[in-house]
């Protein structure tokens, strides 16, 4: 019986050295994952996009889901929960103990005569459903790791079209300095004719070469925003911005839906999807709370020496805790505030993104006529003015001064609209992010919306 005891005991120890998990060094974890992608783009190769034409914004949302640092960064909490998960699969670690008593004493038990050794073998035994608990717990925490990654989708394409909608605010830009810098143009010669011919003082042409100057100086300074804007795009995948131009039309952006269609499209924001895992999980946790208030059984099994009787005896035993002080009362008490804490934050998660998508929704509608009016009213009248004062001026009827203020009239109003049509398309993904829609930056022309 003595044999088979030390036996088991050895087979024990063995069993648990040989299930151990193997711990692999970063650059092995990092080796394993380069090997794994490489295999995967062996299985599935993937054309390279051409990048150095014009692009579109189902080309740059792929980039950016595909190369996104932070996006790749957030996936890799997915890898963590399960990890955790799988950690709780495993068994505690057994305990060997070794207790030498009654040597070193008088005669007849000097030194090591009378000693008795012990060898124990001690498994911590966790009790009954408390592991399940502690699945439960780990389960919602990586529903919810998969939440906070749709979350940072969302939060980084929001960011990627505003940006897209930038850079095609700041080409609509660059192409309408141009514009201006050759009316100012056109305008120095028809000055420059009638100074030549005696109509105008010389004065009126310095006047003119400030105009074309300061539209020169326009046309370095938008140029200069489209290169930035350009640079802050190609970053989002980490790629340089070699593309010549991201196409759509910056007039044809959608007007919003109806606020009640988007108010249904918010309820499927991750932000608000999390929480309802987030309570089971506060749930799961208040339980797990209440079970760990007993602590985990241990059996042992072992053997003893007795030297002075030259004999090997067997010892077996239970350790069962008794919650006489302790019995988790602090976690416990915890749990339960937590579980309140979490329907707290669920409702001010639900308050503060209805505001947000209410208050952008108005300010984008806001913006919405504010573009229409420029188009429909105000430009028109500038350029009709400008047009005329022109003629005017050619014929003599109005002098330059006339000219040059319908002309600044009519190149601020050109530019409020483009700056206009820019906050609006902005305000505009804002609103889209929220509710869950398409960016449809290739969308039909809107109604009141069209390029002037």
């Not at 201006?180 to 003119?208: H, I, T, Y």
């Not at 046309?219 to 340089?240: F, H, T």
């Not at 937590?338 to 984008?364: G, W």
């Not at 003629?391 to 600044?408: C, H, I, M, S």
């Amino acid at each position: 019986m003595i044999r088979v005891l030390c036996i088991c005991i050895v087979s024990l120890v063995l069993g648990c050295a040989s299930v151990s998990p193997v711990e692999l060094s970063e650059s092995d974890v990092a080796k394993t994952d380069i090997e794994a992608s490489v295999a995967a783009a062996e299985v599935e190769p993937t054309s390279e996009p051409d990048l150095t034409g014009s692009i579109t914004w189902p080309v740059v949302r792929d980039l950016v889901l595909s190369r996104h640092a932070g996006l790749r960064a957030e996936s890799l909490s997915l890898s963590m929960a399960d990890a955790r998960l799988s950690q709780i699969e495993l068994w505690p670690n057994p305990e060997l103990g070794v207790e030498m008593e009654n040597f070193g004493g008088t005669s007849p038990r000097n030194e090591f005569r009378g000693t008795e050794t012990t060898v124990t073998m001690t498994q911590p035994v966790p009790l009954p459903g408390k592991r399940a608990m502690q699945r439960r717990v780990a389960a919602h925490d990586r529903r919810l790791a998969g939440w906070q990654v749709s979350q940072a989708k969302r939060a980084i394409l929001l960011e990627a079209a505003q940006a897209y909608w930038t850079v095609l605010g700041k080409q609509a830009q660059v192409e309408l300095a141009h514009k201006q810098l050759a009316a100012s143009e056109d305008l120095l010669a028809v000055v420059d004719k009638r100074v030549q011919s005696g109509k105008d003082s010389p004065v009126e042409m310095n006047k003119a070469r400030i105009v074309v100057a300061d539209q020169q100086m326009r046309v370095s300074q938008v140029e200069s925003q489209l290169k930035r804007a350009r640079v802050r795009l190609a970053a989002m995948w980490a790629g340089p911005d070699v593309f010549l131009q991201v196409q759509g039309e910056l007039a044809n952006v959608p007007i919003l839906p109806e606020e009640a269609e988007l108010l249904d499209g918010l309820q499927t924001h991750p932000a608000l999807n999390r929480w309802t895992d987030a309570i089971l999980k506060a749930q799961a946790q208040k339980d797990l709370a209440r079970k760990e208030g007993y602590d985990d059984w241990a059996v042992m099994g072992g053997i003893k020496r007795l030297q002075e009787e030259h004999e090997t005896t067997g010892v077996i035993g239970l350790v069962i805790p008794l919650p006489v002080f302790n019995r988790n009362q602090g976690r416990r008490q915890e749990a339960v505030y937590r579980l309140a804490q979490v329907h707290a934050l669920k409702q001010d998660a639900n308050q503060r993104l209805t505001a947000a998508l209410q208050t952008q929704s108005i300010q984008a509608r806001t913006t919405h006529k504010e573009v229409v009016i420029l188009r429909d009213t105000i430009l028109p009248q500038a350029k009709t003015a400008y047009e005329r004062s022109l003629t005017g001026y050619k014929q003599g009827r109005f002098d330059y001064l006339n000219v040059l203020d319908a002309q600044r009239m009519w190149f601020d109003q050109s530019l409020r609209y483009v700056e206009t049509l820019l906050t609006y398309g902005v305000t505009r993904a804002q609103v889209v992010s929220l509710a869950g829609l398409d960016y449809d930056f290739e969308a039909r022309q809107s109604e009141g919306v069209h390029d002037e």
